[in-house]
């Protein structure tokens, strides 16, 4: 999985300050980022840099420390929010061909969607399970790290010029219905119908710190380990593994696998190609410590 991400090369002054940044986020506001991918960091932090007018990662630093407010702004470039509904239609058309007649057998549906950024995400379940008959069995936990994000994905509105592309991800994800049935155009926007979050419970959670707070059925959580290193990646896939029932689903991005995880061994390849896995029979702990 480290592959998907290729750190750049930084000076050991950089490196340092980057430290000492993530560090002081952690122990003044109680969010660690220390786990995630350097490269990227690196990145999104010049960015950062640029915004707020600092030469310095050390100045940023400095800043932060004493204003609350900017680091509310720069959480926006600390997470990466970027998604679309139904994106990469082939993963939604196999959990609706493939793994949804499975999850008929149970009575009742948890659902953990793991970095659901602004909702584009749960939106597609909550659509996809609609149309498949799942949805009044199931409830649906919509976590992520940034407060903005949930409050995007629980008001459900999205740019009208984004519409096309997401119908057409749902046409070709195998979409029973039009798009259209369920959202209303306003203000220059697309509202999702609020029934669908009826069953939906958003809540922050921080794959770095936090622990399994339900048992589930499906994990869906695509394009998030890509910005973790290896040590937060085996965190997170062990945090899906406890959640997961025998027999649940996890669902990753097309760029992440379980290949060099520790985890490994209490996955079965469901469909490899559209990264969807099965949890087996192996204790998770044993396989942990192995």
Known sequence: MDAAVIDDVFSPQEEIELDLLLEAIWRHYQYDFRGYARGSLHRRMERACQRFGCESLS???????RDPAMFAELMGFLTIQVSEMFRDPAY???LREKVVPHLRTWPSLKVWI??????EEFYSLAILFREEGLEDRTIFYCTDISPAALAKAEAGIFD???IAQFTDNHRQSGGRSS???????AYGGAVFDKSLRARAVFAEHSLATDQVFAEAQLVSSRNVLIYFDRTLQDRALG?????????GFLGL???????????????SDFEAGERIYR??????QATADA
């Open 179 to 185: 798009l259209s049935d369920y959202y209303t155009a």
């Open 239 to 247: 945090l899906f593994g406890e959640s997961l029932v025998r027999g």
């Open 253 to 267: 991005g097309a760029r992440e696998t379980l290949r060099f995880s520790r985890y490994s061994e209490a996955f």
């Open 279 to 284: 949890r087996n029979t192996a204790e998770l």
């Open 59 to 65: 100045q940023l630093q400095h800043r932060l420390l």
């Open 114 to 119: 793991a970095g659901c950024a602004n909702g």
């Open 160 to 162: 009208l010029e984004r």
């Open 92 to 94: 939604f058309r196999a």
